[in-house]
């Protein structure tokens, strides 16, 4: 009996690891957009479109090889309509909402832009509700209540004076949290079908390939980026992709989606106590209630309550 109690404490332990790396990459993204990275201070501030496109790009070409190696280059496709269905989620869910994720950070703070996109799960339920997958059940109106108030009270609509609300960066961090849910629902097909390292392989280039588009390189030369820049450019897509991705799903081998995502839910905490601690982006004592709101939305929406056959596409990190 001893041994089974202990056996989920090593996918705990990989999921609280994986969300304090997403918690120190969304500080590093401030600290970039600020020009107050540690050590560097001298460095021009870094635009969210670079930090964005750098963060897909060499994830995907330090993703590529390894998979290559590891399972035969042979084995690196998927079928023209998973390949179809990947570019969408790579393109209108990764680039997007990490580009709006990093503009909310840029614009606000931490703590705004991170709550602002953990909403996702509220868009989830209520676009399942609107298909038919889902009941309105008193949980689950609960939860987007919650969600809504705490949404009111982290932007500072509700006693926040003194709070400088920048319209741009909370349309943008709303704008993160749909992509944010795009991703979860048009992934939750893909991912029943194939390995979630080759979906994130895939996503990462489609991602990789629009943002050439949008950013080609003579534009990026132009740029004139220092060594020290890209150094960052390349730590920063390690410790806000690679490794928290693979210390993600080792939890959830040894986790029931649902217990993963409740653990998933200390990247906010860890996010905004880092940027308190390392960046003084102090809360306010209602800010702080409406952090207690969302996190407890989360955790109720994604909650089973045993009346639907049908189970809710599980929300998953990508910051």
Same mark, same amino acid.
Not at 119 to 130: F, Q
């Given at each position: 009996?001893s041994?089974e %109690?202990?056996?989920p404490a090593?996918?705990y332990?990989?999921?609280?690891?994986a969300?304090?790396?997403?918690g120190?990459a969304?500080?590093?993204?401030r600290?970039?957009f600020?020009g107050?990275?540690?050590?560097?201070?001298?460095?021009r501030? %870094?635009?969210?479109?670079i930090l964005?496109q /750098?963060r897909?790009?060499?994830s995907?070409?330090v993703?590529?090889?390894v998979?290559g190696?590891l399972?035969?280059?042979?084995r690196l496709?998927?079928?023209?309509?998973?390949?179809?269905?990947?570019?969408?989620i790579?393109?209108?869910?990764?680039?997007?909402?990490?580009y709006f994720?990093?503009?909310a950070i840029?614009?606000t703070n931490v703590a705004?832009?991170?709550?602002?996109q953990y909403?996702?799960p %509220?868009?989830?339920l209520?676009y399942?509700?609107?298909?038919?997958q889902?009941?309105?059940?008193?949980?689950r109106?609960?939860a987007?209540?919650?969600?809504?108030t705490g949404?009111?009270?982290v $932007?500072?609509?509700f006693?926040?004076?003194?709070?400088?609300?920048d319209?741009?960066g909370?349309?943008?961090g709303?704008?993160?949290a749909f992509?944010?849910?795009?991703y979860n629902i048009?992934g939750?097909?893909?991912?029943a079908?194939?390995?979630?390292w080759?979906?994130?392989?895939?996503?990462?280039?489609?991602?990789?390939?629009?943002?050439l588009?949008?950013?080609?390189p003579?534009?990026?030369a132009?740029?004139?980026?220092?060594?020290?820049?890209?150094?960052?450019?390349l730590?920063?897509s390690? $410790?806000?992709v690679?490794?928290?991705?693979?210390?993600?799903f080792?939890?959830?081998?040894?986790?029931?989606?649902?217990?993963?995502?409740v653990v998933?839910c200390?990247e906010?905490v860890f996010?905004?106590?880092?940027a308190?601690?390392?960046?003084?982006e102090?809360m306010?004592p209602?800010?702080v209630?409406?952090?207690?709101?969302?996190?407890?939305a989360? %955790?109720?929406?994604?909650r089973?309550?045993?009346?639907? /056959?049908?189970?809710m596409p599980l929300v998953?990190?990508?910051?």
């Amino acid at each position: 009996m001893s041994t089974e %109690i202990r056996k989920p404490a090593p996918g705990y332990l990989y999921i609280a690891t994986a969300t304090f790396c997403w918690g120190v990459a969304a500080s590093l993204g401030r600290a970039a957009f600020t020009g107050r990275l540690p050590g560097l201070q001298g460095l021009r501030p %870094i635009d969210p479109l670079i930090l964005s496109q /750098s963060r897909a790009t060499f994830s995907f070409l330090v993703l590529l090889p390894v998979l290559g190696l590891l399972r035969g280059w042979r084995r690196l496709r998927l079928p023209a309509a998973d390949v179809r269905d990947t570019c969408l989620i790579g393109v209108l869910g990764v680039a997007a909402s990490n580009y709006f994720y990093y503009l909310a950070i840029q614009r606000t703070n931490v703590a705004t832009a991170i709550i602002v996109q953990y909403t996702a799960p %509220i868009w989830v339920l209520l676009y399942a509700v609107a298909r038919g997958q889902q009941k309105p059940t008193r949980q689950r109106v609960g939860a987007v209540g919650l969600a809504v108030t705490g949404i009111a009270l982290v $932007i500072g609509l509700f006693g926040g004076r003194g709070l400088r609300l920048d319209s741009v960066g909370l349309f943008a961090g709303l704008l993160a949290a749909f992509s944010f849910a795009f991703y979860n629902i048009g992934g939750h097909n893909v991912l029943a079908r194939h390995d979630r390292w080759m979906v994130l392989l895939f996503t990462t280039c489609s991602a990789s390939l629009f943002w050439l588009v949008v950013n080609p390189p003579w534009k990026i030369a132009a740029a004139h980026y220092s060594g020290e820049q890209w150094l960052f450019l390349l730590l920063f897509s390690l $410790i806000s992709v690679l490794a928290p991705f693979s210390l993600y799903f080792a939890g959830l081998q040894r986790l029931e989606p649902t217990r993963a995502i409740v653990v998933s839910c200390l990247e906010p905490v860890f996010s905004i106590v880092i940027a308190a601690v390392a960046l003084g982006e102090i809360m306010r004592p209602l800010q702080v209630a409406g952090i207690v709101f969302v996190l407890a939305a989360i %955790i109720v929406v994604q909650r089973p309550d045993g009346k639907s /056959s049908e189970p809710m596409p599980l929300v998953e990190p990508i910051e």
